[in-house]
């Protein structure tokens, strides 16, 4: 997958003939946007990505990790959608929002103004104190790609410690300890919870199955080990004690970017950019938004990429909309959503309201919900 440095011109507002939409992240909220980007340009809209690099999928990332997928299946070159089009790619990052002058300032040092603007910029891990290069955060999702090589590469047996037990911290310690098994790799994992279960938002009988499955497959779960700093190779717990580590990872919870609350915009207690029912913020009519990053006004809902998805092709609409001049429209979530965590060993965890199991059925149907997402999205 190819990337490329990109040398930032913003042209001064009288040289600037049509309206521009921006999209700052490539996420999944924008790929549908992305890939009809000719839409855009066939109606006289400019439109221009910034993104400091190419999609990686969320649904795959923990099986490239555990060495189910390659890499390279994990990621769609979405600077590539939008220059076939005739849009721009701007490989950069967003450093400041300036909703009051429509201006967006980036890394490089530019300022780009839009007409209208979309944030899918998803969400990022607090680095713990004293963290070194062997402590792995979980966000970007480049990053598990680099721990599996990491892990293919040591010698001797290695312990892996995962400070986080919500689903992703589940998924990596079952997807290491599958992938060393793969590799035949000798060594420990362990799961580090800040309460007493895995999972401590689920049901009681769904954490239950989660933490009997880990143990089984040779996973520590260690309770009321909330991670409070990193000297050297070991992790400080809050409460007293250490655990030393080669490889660490940190997926002590997400949250959004900084740059959203410091916007001026309306975020809630977590930063969080807030929404309509138009995915347009409550604070700037011209500033839209999806996925992690967002949150709706009347009905704040999980941070699950099924709901990112399903922004997405009301999200494209309704910046062409706002562009244009037309009615926008209104966004529906879903009342439940399936969701079905990998397990690295060819089976999946599955929960759909009140129901739930464990299953290599619910591994192929997750496997093949995910291919057939980014089928839709390779580029010939």
Same mark, same amino acid.
């Given at each position: 997958?190819?990337?490329?440095?990109?040398?930032?011109?913003?042209?001064?507002?009288?040289?600037?003939?049509?309206?521009?939409?921006?999209?700052?992240?490539?996420?999944?909220?924008?790929?549908?946007?992305?890939?009809?980007?000719?839409? *855009?340009?066939?109606?006289?809209?400019?439109?221009?990505?910034?993104?400091?690099? =190419?999609?990686?999928?969320?649904?795959?990332?923990?099986?490239?990790?555990?060495?189910?997928?390659?890499?390279?299946?994990? !990621?769609?070159?979405?600077?590539?959608?939008?220059?076939?089009?005739?849009?721009?790619?701007?490989?950069?990052?967003?450093? &400041?929002?300036?909703?009051?002058?429509? $201006?967006?300032?980036?890394?490089?040092?530019?300022?780009?103004?839009?007409?209208?603007?979309?944030?899918?910029?998803?969400?990022?891990?607090?680095?713990?104190?004293?963290?070194?290069?062997?402590?792995?955060?979980?966000?970007?999702?480049?990053?598990?790609?680099?721990?599996?090589?990491?892990?293919?590469?040591?010698?001797?047996?290695?312990?892996?410690?995962?400070?986080?037990?919500?689903?992703?911290? $589940?998924?990596? &310690?079952?997807?290491?300890?599958?992938?060393?098994?793969?590799?035949?790799?000798?060594?420990?994992?362990?799961?580090?919870?800040?309460? &007493?279960?895995?999972?401590?938002?689920? !049901?009681?009988?769904?954490?239950?199955?989660?933490?009997?499955?880990?143990?089984?497959?040779? =996973?520590?779960?260690?309770?009321?080990?909330?991670?409070?700093?990193?000297?050297?190779?070991?992790?400080?717990?809050?409460?007293?004690?250490?655990?030393?580590?080669?490889?660490?990872?940190? &997926?002590?919870?997400?949250?959004?970017?900084?740059?959203?609350?410091?916007?001026?915009?309306?975020?809630?207690?977590?930063?969080?950019?807030?929404?309509?029912?138009?995915?347009?913020?409550?604070?700037?009519?011209? =500033?839209?938004?999806?996925?992690? $990053?967002?949150?709706?006004?009347?009905?704040?809902?999980?941070?699950?990429?099924?709901?990112?998805?399903?922004?997405?092709?009301?999200?494209?609409?309704?910046?062409?909309?706002?562009?244009?001049?037309?009615?926008?429209?209104? *966004?529906?979530?879903?009342?439940?959503?399936?969701?079905?965590?990998?397990?690295?060993?060819?089976?999946?965890?599955?929960?759909?309201?009140?129901?739930?199991?464990?299953?290599?059925?619910?591994?192929?149907?997750?496997?093949?919900?995910?291919?057939?997402?980014?089928?839709?999205?390779?580029?010939?």
């Amino acid at each position: 997958m190819r990337t490329r440095a990109v040398t930032v011109t913003v042209q001064p507002d009288e040289c600037r003939a049509m309206q521009r939409a921006v999209l700052v992240g490539a996420g999944h909220a924008h790929l549908y946007t992305l890939k009809r980007a000719e839409q *855009f340009v066939r109606r006289g809209f400019e439109i221009v990505l910034v993104a400091p690099d =190419v999609f990686w999928y969320s649904g795959l990332a923990t099986g490239v990790l555990g060495g189910i997928y390659e890499p390279a299946l994990d !990621r769609v070159d979405t600077g590539r959608w939008i220059e076939r089009a005739g849009g721009r790619w701007l490989q950069d990052s967003a450093t &400041a929002l300036d909703p009051a002058d429509h $201006c967006v300032e980036l890394a490089s040092g530019g300022r780009l103004r839009y007409d209208v603007l979309s944030l899918d910029v998803g969400s990022e891990v607090a680095s713990i104190p004293g963290s070194g290069e062997r402590v792995v955060n979980i966000k970007p999702l480049a990053n598990l790609a680099r721990l599996r090589g990491a892990i293919e590469g040591a010698t001797g047996p290695i312990r892996v410690v995962v400070a986080g037990a919500g689903p992703s911290g $589940c998924e990596i &310690a079952a997807n290491v300890r599958a992938l060393m098994g793969r590799r035949g790799l000798r060594g420990e994992v362990t799961l580090l919870c800040a309460g &007493a279960e895995p999972l401590p938002h689920a !049901r009681a009988t769904v954490r239950a199955k989660l933490a009997a499955f880990l143990r089984g497959v040779g =996973v520590e779960i260690r309770a009321h080990a909330p991670v409070a700093s990193v000297a050297g190779n070991r992790l400080l717990i809050r409460n007293g004690g250490e655990i030393p580590f080669d490889f660490a990872v940190n &997926a002590t919870g997400l949250e959004p970017p900084p740059i959203l609350r410091r916007s001026g915009m309306p975020v809630d207690t977590e930063g969080a950019l807030v929404v309509n029912h138009f995915l347009q913020s409550t604070g700037s009519e011209s =500033v839209f938004g999806g996925g992690d $990053c967002v949150t709706m006004q009347r009905r704040p809902l999980d941070k699950v990429g099924v709901y990112a998805i399903r922004q997405a092709p009301v999200l494209f609409r309704n910046l062409i909309a706002f562009l244009a001049g037309k009615p926008l429209t209104t *966004f529906r979530p879903q009342k439940r959503y399936l969701l079905i965590l990998n397990l690295g060993d060819g089976s999946g965890l599955a929960t759909w309201g009140g129901w739930h199991w464990r299953s290599r059925w619910a591994f192929r149907w997750k496997n093949h919900l995910d291919r057939r997402f980014l089928a839709k999205y390779r580029i010939a």
